[in-house]
């Protein structure tokens, strides 16, 4: 092997791999094993009214560079304002408009994602995806812009061919408690039923004190049908949407709480804080000590209805009071706080870690807490598994960083093999390709210092990129 | 040099060398320096009744799965009850007592262990110790446990026996304040006084809100011969059972808190928690303060009578209650947490810390911890050691991080070289060869980076494994 | 390339680089176009009247062994008294005053350093700075400091000199509020103003409990000429110091804060702590709320007059009280600790964190802070831009875990760059060295990766090394 050092490094065969040529040599047979397997992607943040619609993607900026908070938070940070990036305005104030100028302020600041995972996704969307091959700078914007939305008006680059040439076995989506479904039974009447599947997400409807929290709760009444008075008749509620959720086709809930407590509150001390909420008097106190309350709740309601549960904590979300204001969530300005994981956890692990019935899949994007609580943890309870790294954490680096801190203890057999989680559609295949690419480097240095045979490690790689996921978020029977 | 991928990995004779090959071949001849010396194990929890009686080892279950944490944890994360390992349950209620069982619930699962040190320590103990070599899957379990089995029959596999072969210059075990050390009597009557040493660890005694608090005292009063009935007659029976212990040829102390306080109380204070416990009316708050307290009080003994004191703080026992009620203690259910050090500390260090009769070696299990605050504190205060990586962290990676780290600020001669931690009497030497080999490792990265010569590598190597051990853990003129 | 395991590790031209031939090589490439670069050092504690006068250096051991804590705290932790290194005693009592034995008391302790970045500073000091070829030993102890002391003799080895010969461009000191600046006069009457600027440090001024903190405001008093009665006044004298600070060339400030709180205060709220510490009646908890008030406060008067920001946090300073009152503040016993950084700064940053008057460098020693809190927050805030590894992080193992931890969320773009952090003035260039060749062997792993281009990170590593410091501490127009 020789390393060309002047070669363009978009998607070279050897991308990622290890550089030293006795590891490379070893991992490129490992990778070999797994890059053509399929995707599967239980953890993701597609929208599922752009699957069931199947209509063209609009344009590159409004597929690639708005809605992408890692690539939008760069430019921000560097002094671009939000209205030159097309971010829409809550108020329906002014911001651009044409996707070209979106596009070549993306484009022409290019030098700004070099060594993040944001170039490497964009590269590999660009090239593999797209078929484009040309560098990105301010004077290749316009052709590439021009290539790229000529692509999207093809058939074969609609959502649902995509999900084919894409190869993605199953896709989950992200929905609201209240959420109708709709789009999910659209699909499922198309053949998708089995394909794209949703994920049920309660956050808004178990933390009092979102400002969304009585329109979720309104929601959640109205599409289940119960009159939500009080405690119980919320707990009939969730019970009944998660029946839905069952119905189609859901294998997991998704929790995005701020602490990772666990605490129950005992019955009429539920109905207190839950009745205070209705009136609209909760305390934030109340309000952490309820959302506790709740996530023990839904590990119960997993024993009983067999959903997945997965849960990360730890995120300080809308930081910027006043962007939040202005944009709304989701921008690029949620920032990872330390929170305690080992006790807040205990509460829930003590009643239902040892349930057969449960699987905890636990994210953080504190790299001190997985090997400090997390892989202790999911090394000796049988319901927890440790999530991918996750978010800020989703980098060649830090996944390497995460199997060499946590397979001490952990192993590979209790992580929950790779998720994705992303609401870029087009990137997802640049994810699962940069985790089995990191996950053969590092397999192959444990060939390399003879601590696992190469077929072991093949092994190993397939089931992290394959079989676990496939095992960890098994189909219900409904 | 040539790395064949498909070679077994077992016990390869450069395993865990960097795959390097510039790397691999300074680290190969640094490694030759130390592979030979003999064993200074001065943090061990092998059992000295077992060594005292050198009885045969009953069979391989009992020897090297039920009685092993970290391989029962393993085995329980994935679903196995602990139950069907046979380990004991407090209300004698029926567990798996057939040892064969119990070791084909292991070695069908030999999968589970791949990347973890239980796999490298057990494929030590296989093949170097017990001369075993076929890798272990449930087609070779019953003629695995046979060749053992009929190993341990032999009487070069008696523990005494065993202590030669294995090199073992000087093994300290770890034994309550109320012992009675007559394990160590007897030993020493049969000539091993200097090479199996005791270790005075007073936990029971001065954490007042453990359950086993009142009984442990009543066992220390008695030892002593000193009535335990308030606050002197207390610290007075201590100190006597460290002037017992030293005249047994102890040198260290061993303190595993669950925080690292250290604020000594006035005598009033100390006083009156001491008679409040002994009415079995303490606080968890007193019980705390009252550990803290105690904590710089066995630092003035130790500057007294001369013992090393080691401190590992920061986990939480017995983490899930029915657990602990079912299976007792040290069945793999204790979990890290963040703790504060560097204050924690301040009492005991700025009290004794430049005195020169004090030696405290300081562990975590918590990695921040490690370059975050106890190097810093071990790179100023002259009674400071930096303890190995040890439990959690007893791992190749966790070893290479540990250097990586702490160096820059404690260099390598404020750290206590290599102390192993484990029950596991035959995994001593794999543990030993795991750190030796890392070292060798790390050092050859810092040859080959051209930061220090091969001669001072090598020295520092042998320094690590041995003289340094040796020289921190000094024996005490009694 | 082949590696000589051999060779001296001292100043081998390819010293830091990574052993992996093709990185090295790819390393070297880069290294070339950064090592000849001038040096911009922005955040040195060098002392401007040494300078200024541009005396001869007195001796080794007063130039390079006694105001070195680093250096000093490593021979302290091994038992060598302050005394014997001639660290002056507050009380004036004896300690050792012959530079001579002082050396020696180094010299013959340099294996101590093995693995350290003082052997790396001082290796590159005594060589390449002073000529000095010889390892240091006891044997060569006194020949190493004649050498050592006939090149102090020489005209080529004064200060100003050296600043040429060094090829420093320019040089931030740091100086209190009450500072006269008469040494930066004195250089600006020399032709330096614009190469060697003040930096305006306020610590002593607006942290109401330090031992100093009347006599710091006395001075700041009677240099602005103005009577500090009251926080209007106390706010107008900080604000007249900062304009003559800026008229004197300054371009930043520097802020070490044992918390990064930035709450503000109600104005009737901070009058009252103030009145209260004009009395001497401050309590630690009000000091600690007005410490937090005034960093808000110091981000305003930057938006307004321009100076840059730079804050670092975390460390406990002058842990041992008998050692702070004996010798003094920064003799090596300052200890860093675990705060809250996401929140405290949530004030400031709320405020000023969008306003392009603004750029705040934040420093941290606590490196679990630099991925999960501060790479997210410099990734989206454009005023923040994260300092380099600073202090005890100044070391190329932290240098090369802190570009692979925070490139993958900040990019390259949002660091300062190099910046050096030393009062050892001889060491300046060791340090920019080091940086230099880490950042190369990054850069040259992400090449032979396949993740940049060769060309790419060949500007990448200008641009860390001198442009983009240049550019995040520009001159201000005063």
């Known amino acids: ?155 074969e680059f609609r959502p649902l061919a995509l999900l084919d040439s894409l190869d993605i076995e199953i896709l989950a989506t992200t929905d609201a408690a209240g959420d109708s479904l709709e789009h999910h039974a659209a699909l499922a009447s198309d053949g ?48 009944s949407r998660r029946r839905a959720f069952v119905a189609a086709g859901t294998r997991a809930t998704d929790h995005g709480h701020l602490y990772a407590d666990t605490e129950p509150l005992d019955p009429a001390e539920a109905e207190r804080v839950f009745q205070a909420a209705l009136k609209g008097e909760v305390t934030g106190a109340s309000a952490r000590k309820f959302a506790g309350h709740m996530l023990t709740e839904m590990a119960r309601m997993s024993c009983e209805d067999g959903m997945v549960m997965q849960l990360h904590p730890g995120v300080l979300r809308d930081y910027d009071p006043r962007v939040f204001a202005e944009r709304g969530p989701d921008v690029g300005y949620d920032i990872p706080i330390p929170i305690d994981h080992a006790r807040a956890l205990q509460p829930l692990l003590t009643r239902y870690g040892h349930d057969p019935r449960l699987t905890l899949v636990l994210f953080t994007v504190d790299e001190d807490v997985f090997g400090r609580e997390l892989a202790p943890l999911a090394g000796v309870f049988p319901a927890v598994r440790l999530g991918a790294p996750w978010w800020f954490l989703d980098t060649p680096e830090a996944m390497r960083r995460f199997r060499e801190t946590v397979t001490d203890t952990a192993g590979f057999y209790n992580t929950s093999g790779f998720v994705d989680d992303t609401r870029a559609f087009l990137s997802i295949p640049a994810r699962h390709d940069i985790s089995r690419r990191v996950d053969a480097g590092h397999l192959a240095k444990l060939v390399a210092e003879h601590r696992l045979s190469l077929d072991e490690a093949t092994e190993t790689a397939i089931d992290l990129a394959y079989e676990i996921p496939r095992a960890v978020y098994p189909p219900l029977s409904s």
């Open 1 to 155: 092997m020789t390393v060309s050092p002047t070669a363009p490094s978009a998607l070279h065969e050897d991308r990622l791999l290890p550089s030293q040529p006795q590891e490379r040599a070893i991992a490129r047979e490992i990778f070999a094993a797994t890059s053509g397997l399929p995707i599967v992607s239980m953890h993701g943040h597609v929208d599922a009214g752009m699957l069931a619609s199947n209509s063209p993607f609009p344009n590159p900026a409004e597929l690639l560079v708005i809605p992408d908070h890692y690539l939008v938070r760069m430019l921000v940070s560097q002094g671009v304002p939000h209205d030159s990036l097309g971010v829409p305005r809550k108020d329906g104030g002014a911001v651009e408009t044409d996707p070209r100028e979106v596009w070549r302020a993306f484009a022409s600041r290019w030098k700004l994602y070099r060594g993040t995972p944001t170039r490497i996704w964009m590269e590999h969307v660009l090239e593999s995806v797209l078929g484009v091959t040309s560098a990105l700078s301010a004077a290749t914007s316009d052709e590439i812009y021009d290539a790229i939305a000529e692509r999207l008006a093809q058939p």
């Open 192 to 239: 998708y039923g089995d394909r794209v599947v949703p994920t049920f997400r309660p956050d808004a409807v178990v933390n009092l004190d979102r400002p969304d929290w009585r329109a979720s709760v309104d929601a959640m009444a109205e599409r289940s049908g119960i009159d939500i008075v009080d405690y119980a008749s919320y707990i009939a509620a969730i019970e």
